[in-house]
């Protein structure tokens, strides 16, 4: 009861304090620049006389920078949104209050990631939905799979919020934000230079993808659900800025949520541990 | 400053939590508001708490003094169970600290409360009701009632952005009283609060007290202290070193003033019978004893030795007085 009734409070913040509405306001202008884009796209496209098959592989490359933004933003507005919320109210003993209730700590901290997840998953859905809705009503395409995309790139924010939890429960705000970004930005690199190697056919330079992926799931997810997204001849092109040269396996999706799992017992054990 | 009647007794008598042993308080936890037994904290290599056996009574008003640094806040924070102690025991309502349900018959102002400052008055008292597990029908009974009773109903929609120190120190005494709980734990409740404020938090804890709640206050204003506690103890270096009872008999250390003519050095010096220390100063005679009934032998003795008295004024060690006395000079932090 305790978890469901934090949940519920960060949500409200995050509705209250119009973190929500600001996101999903700057979600919507990035929509609309998105939809005069690929209007314009069309427009181009239509007077070059295309063939069929070349113009819709071109507003589906479209719609897959569409979703890559989608993505980054989801990813940057979760770890913003959820970095102070531990270690914030730590530092200031805001905690202290609610602390000192009749509720365990793991429920303290499992609703507040349940209210964050709900969060996130409002704003993904809305972009997801927002980027899909503009490239089937202006582009007249729909990507493959965009359930199945959508909920990767859930996982993906949900494995970011969880390892910014973590941290949160044993270093300070901005340390907590170098960490956090600083994995991800990590995890960046390693899917580019994974993705060169299997261009080049280089072996070491996979294995130092995968150790970056194994270091921090986040960008195999993220390139998991592009793959998902793609259609079957962006996937044959294996090299663009949004095509996969090696598409991470369904083992390093599960590998991600086991990773996800774990962060969240480190974040409990060190929150349950550690003095308010 | 007022003068009042207490008895000091320093640590190694001060009262029954000296004496407790080990068994004893396990075989009565439950015979106290709070028991600890030896209770220390170590940040790293600092020792904030070093050695901490007090016992408080149910129903009565606690007062915990002590300098800055001397462990106080840390103390409370390992009775709530918000810090882990790294020895000793201790026990609130009969069950160990770190229990999570005995926290649903505690409640806690923080020093300097502060929390979502998005919420509105109202809003915050019915979330920190719903956490102590109170049903909506009784919040709705709850919160009208506790805002009536710190003077904040006027503000109930207002969010705690707007409001000022003294407002949230208001609000936050009332979250702590939302669920009516046994063992209230008010750290610096006066702290940003002007005199009407102050007086509100002293009708507001002794209605506590009267409803058979256990106060455990901890504040710096010593003269709210002395007013509103029953008890108090003074804890320096993390270690308790004397209890005072506030509600005792007058019985007790005394400083006299008095003023008198023809007062000579020998009458002075024959002041040492009674006196531990005796003062002259032009007419002006000030000394020390350790008891009030010897205070018409000292008139006598003065009149006898050809004295004429014209003031003779008993006054009472103020618990400020008692607390510098304890706590020695300040040599700084």
């Given at each position: 009861m305790g978890a469901w009734i934090m949940a519920g409070v960060t949500f409200r913040e995050a509705a209250r304090r119009k973190i929500l509405w600001t996101a999903l306001l700057a979600g919507s202008a990035f929509l609309a620049l998105f939809g005069t884009g690929m209007h314009f796209q069309i427009k181009d496209i239509t007077r070059q006389s295309l063939p069929p098959f070349i113009r819709y592989q071109l507003e589906a490359a479209m719609l897959q920078v569409g979703f890559y933004a989608v993505d980054l933003l989801a990813v940057v507005m979760t770890i913003l949104t959820s970095v102070d919320t531990l270690s914030g109210e730590i530092a200031s003993g805001t905690i202290q209050a609610i602390a000192t209730k009749p509720i365990s700590r793991w429920q303290i901290l499992a609703g507040k990631w349940m209210g964050f997840a709900g969060m996130v998953a409002t704003y993904v859905s809305a972009m997801f939905g927002g980027v899909a809705a503009v490239g089937y009503f202006i582009g007249g395409v729909l990507p493959h799979h965009v359930l199945r995309g959508a909920l990767l790139v859930f996982l993906e924010c949900l494995l970011v919020l969880t390892v910014t939890f973590a941290c949160g429960t044993r270093f300070s705000t901005l340390t907590n934000g170098v960490i956090v970004l600083g994995l991800h930005g990590l995890a960046f690199i390693g899917g580019w230079i994974e993705q060169i190697g299997a261009m080049t056919n280089s072996p070491r330079l996979i294995t130092v993808g995968v150790v970056s992926s194994l270091i921090m799931p986040s960008e195999s997810v993220w390139r998991r659900a592009s793959f998902e997204l793609q259609s079957s001849f962006t996937r044959a092109l294996q090299f663009s800025p949004f095509s996969n040269a090696s598409a991470p396996s369904a083992a390093m999706v599960g590998y991600a949520i086991v990773y996800l799992f774990v962060a969240l017992m480190v974040a409990i054990y060190h929150f349950q541990q550690r003095d308010l | 400053m007022s003068r009042r009647s207490g008895r000091l007794q320093q640590s190694?008598?001060?009262?029954e939590f000296t004496r407790l042993t080990r068994e004893e308080h396990l075989d009565q936890p439950g015979s106290f508001a709070i028991q600890t037994l030896n209770l220390r904290k170590v940040f790293g290599t600092k020792v904030a708490v070093s050695n901490l056996s007090l016992t408080v009574r149910r129903g009565e008003i606690f007062g915990f003094l002590g300098p800055n640094g001397a462990g106080k806040s840390t103390s409370i924070k390992m009775l709530l169970g918000l810090v882990k102690p790294s020895s000793g025991q201790a026990f609130v309502l009969g069950v160990?600290?770190?229990?999570?349900?005995?926290r649903g018959k505690m409640g806690f102002l923080p020093e300097d409360f502060r929390f979502?400052?998005?919420?509105t008055a109202s809003e915050l008292l019915r979330l920190h009701g719903r956490l102590c597990g109170m049903a909506a029908a009784r919040l709705r009974e709850r919160v009208p009632a506790l805002l009536d009773l710190v003077g904040l109903t006027p503000h109930r929609?207002?969010?705690?952005?707007?409001?000022s120190k003294g407002m949230l120190q208001r609000i936050g005494l009332a979250q702590a009283l939302i669920h009516e709980p046994e063992l209230i734990f008010l750290d610096?409740?006066?702290?940003?609060?002007?005199p009407m404020g102050r007086r509100l938090v002293r009708d507001v804890i002794r209605a506590q007290r009267d409803r058979g709640a256990t106060v455990f206050l901890n504040s710096h204003i010593l003269s709210e202290i002395e007013i509103t506690c029953d008890r108090v103890v003074f804890i320096k270096e993390g270690e308790v070193v004397a209890s005072h009872d506030l509600r005792a008999s007058p019985d007790g250390e005394v400083c006299l003033v008095a003023r008198a003519r023809n007062l000579s050095a020998e009458t002075v010096a024959g002041l040492s019978q009674w006196s531990t220390s005796a003062r002259l100063d032009g007419e002006r005679l000030t000394l020390a004893t350790h008891?009030?009934?010897v205070l018409p032998d000292i008139l006598r003795y003065l009149v006898a030795s050809g004295s004429d008295v014209f003031e003779f004024t008993p006054e009472r060690l103020s618990l400020e007085d008692l607390f510098l006395k304890i706590m020695g000079e300040d040599r700084g932090l």
């Amino acid at each position: 009861m305790g978890a469901w009734i934090m949940a519920g409070v960060t949500f409200r913040e995050a509705a209250r304090r119009k973190i929500l509405w600001t996101a999903l306001l700057a979600g919507s202008a990035f929509l609309a620049l998105f939809g005069t884009g690929m209007h314009f796209q069309i427009k181009d496209i239509t007077r070059q006389s295309l063939p069929p098959f070349i113009r819709y592989q071109l507003e589906a490359a479209m719609l897959q920078v569409g979703f890559y933004a989608v993505d980054l933003l989801a990813v940057v507005m979760t770890i913003l949104t959820s970095v102070d919320t531990l270690s914030g109210e730590i530092a200031s003993g805001t905690i202290q209050a609610i602390a000192t209730k009749p509720i365990s700590r793991w429920q303290i901290l499992a609703g507040k990631w349940m209210g964050f997840a709900g969060m996130v998953a409002t704003y993904v859905s809305a972009m997801f939905g927002g980027v899909a809705a503009v490239g089937y009503f202006i582009g007249g395409v729909l990507p493959h799979h965009v359930l199945r995309g959508a909920l990767l790139v859930f996982l993906e924010c949900l494995l970011v919020l969880t390892v910014t939890f973590a941290c949160g429960t044993r270093f300070s705000t901005l340390t907590n934000g170098v960490i956090v970004l600083g994995l991800h930005g990590l995890a960046f690199i390693g899917g580019w230079i994974e993705q060169i190697g299997a261009m080049t056919n280089s072996p070491r330079l996979i294995t130092v993808g995968v150790v970056s992926s194994l270091i921090m799931p986040s960008e195999s997810v993220w390139r998991r659900a592009s793959f998902e997204l793609q259609s079957s001849f962006t996937r044959a092109l294996q090299f663009s800025p949004f095509s996969n040269a090696s598409a991470p396996s369904a083992a390093m999706v599960g590998y991600a949520i086991v990773y996800l799992f774990v962060a969240l017992m480190v974040a409990i054990y060190h929150f349950q541990q550690r003095d308010l | 400053m007022s003068r009042r009647s207490g008895r000091l007794q320093q640590s190694r008598d001060a009262g029954e939590f000296t004496r407790l042993t080990r068994e004893e308080h396990l075989d009565q936890p439950g015979s106290f508001a709070i028991q600890t037994l030896n209770l220390r904290k170590v940040f790293g290599t600092k020792v904030a708490v070093s050695n901490l056996s007090l016992t408080v009574r149910r129903g009565e008003i606690f007062g915990f003094l002590g300098p800055n640094g001397a462990g106080k806040s840390t103390s409370i924070k390992m009775l709530l169970g918000l810090v882990k102690p790294s020895s000793g025991q201790a026990f609130v309502l009969g069950v160990p600290s770190d229990d999570v349900e005995v926290r649903g018959k505690m409640g806690f102002l923080p020093e300097d409360f502060r929390f979502y400052t998005w919420l509105t008055a109202s809003e915050l008292l019915r979330l920190h009701g719903r956490l102590c597990g109170m049903a909506a029908a009784r919040l709705r009974e709850r919160v009208p009632a506790l805002l009536d009773l710190v003077g904040l109903t006027p503000h109930r929609g207002k969010r705690l952005r707007d409001f000022s120190k003294g407002m949230l120190q208001r609000i936050g005494l009332a979250q702590a009283l939302i669920h009516e709980p046994e063992l209230i734990f008010l750290d610096e409740p006066t702290s940003g609060l002007d005199p009407m404020g102050r007086r509100l938090v002293r009708d507001v804890i002794r209605a506590q007290r009267d409803r058979g709640a256990t106060v455990f206050l901890n504040s710096h204003i010593l003269s709210e202290i002395e007013i509103t506690c029953d008890r108090v103890v003074f804890i320096k270096e993390g270690e308790v070193v004397a209890s005072h009872d506030l509600r005792a008999s007058p019985d007790g250390e005394v400083c006299l003033v008095a003023r008198a003519r023809n007062l000579s050095a020998e009458t002075v010096a024959g002041l040492s019978q009674w006196s531990t220390s005796a003062r002259l100063d032009g007419e002006r005679l000030t000394l020390a004893t350790h008891s009030t009934s010897v205070l018409p032998d000292i008139l006598r003795y003065l009149v006898a030795s050809g004295s004429d008295v014209f003031e003779f004024t008993p006054e009472r060690l103020s618990l400020e007085d008692l607390f510098l006395k304890i706590m020695g000079e300040d040599r700084g932090l």
